[in-house]
């Protein structure tokens, strides 16, 4: 969120990195990845973080003041979220976990970037045991400067559609990240309270926190899942020109469907991992929802105009916009919200909320992908 006279950067309040200035700097948020890690000889990853940062889209325009209170209400929506949260889930964070950080858009994108190459470091390592003839530096230097301008500029449009995220970190400190702009920028388009709205968005996130802190397997099996299918799915150079070929002839399906171009390439056995982690994210994002909603008007008093203006801005988008959601996946994602809320909510109504908390027992309890749009069969599987 910017104007001539300040820009939003990191919430300092619990980061020992802090600058001097009170904001945090891109650069001193570099996580830490595993010694011998070659991605970054592939890919300039400060390069990403600069082109990310010169072409992201300006936010809401606010002056110093607004800023520095809309940031304080936001950590103030945060810290109000932890109980409500806690007694509607009936899971609670642990004493120590990592608090929420207040950023702009940069600083999104700068902590996505870090965590990018935590997890493409894998699938570098595929791409050159693979390799035949090792390329020049200087060709290695052309090609990290395109490929980390085209991950800024993907990580800039992202930037300014995401609300909050739990941030995974793969070899760092994962957090979770409340975008301040887009808060604001999403409240003053649907006309709503600005004190609710970011209370119900705190209220989604903190669920998130809970989700990956109250569950401590779920992270490490959501991030090796994720590592193991991504390696799979890189072509080896020999692989190139087939997927061009794919491309060419399947993107009117990629099109139609709004599964995103990782599903183009995939194989039968590889499609089915895809199905299985959407069906975790589905469930997380549904629980996510159902909480948010379900803390009710007497912490939140708009909570039902919010949810009704909030489900109409899902499915608006137009033109070019909508072309590039359907081909990054981002249309999925939408129905992720739908199918995982009404499994969530068809579980809860006949079990309970305990009986529903069985999902977070093991990897083995997480809901197949069948079972996102049949609860019963989750129901039958694991209760007996």
Known sequence: MTDSAHDFGYDSAHDPDAAPDGLTTPQSRELSVRPGAS????????????????VVKAGPQVTSDEAAEIVADLRDAAAEAEEPVAETSRLRAPEGAPPPLVVDRAGWISAN??????????????????RKVPESPTALAIGGKVTGAEMGGLLAYLSSKILGQYDLAPGGTPQLLLVAPNV????????????????WVAMHEETHR?????????????IARSQSLAVDLAPTPEEIGKRLDQLARNLPEVMSSG???????????????????????????????VVMDDVGPSIIPTVDEIRRKFNARRSSAVGADRLLRKLLGIEAKMRQYRDGAIFVRAVTDELGRDGFNAVWSSPDTLPKPTEILDPSAWVRRVHG
């Open 39 to 54: 991605s970054a000889a592939y890919i300039d990853y400060e390069f990403a973080k600069w082109t990310g940062r010169t």
């Open 184 to 199: 604001v920028e999403v409240e003053r388009k649907l006309e709503v309270d600005p004190r609710d709205f970011r209370r």
């Open 259 to 289: 599964e995103g171009l990782g599903q183009l390439f995939a194989t039968p056995e590889q499609k089915a991992r895809i199905a299985e982690l959407t069906a975790v994210m589905s469930l997380l994002e549904g629980h996510a929802d």
């Open 113 to 130: 970037v870090d965590s990018f190459k935590a997890m493409i470091d894998p699938v570098i390592d595929k791409l050159l045991a693979k």
């Open 210 to 222: 809970v989700q990956f802190t109250a569950v401590p397997w779920l992270r490490e099996h959501l």
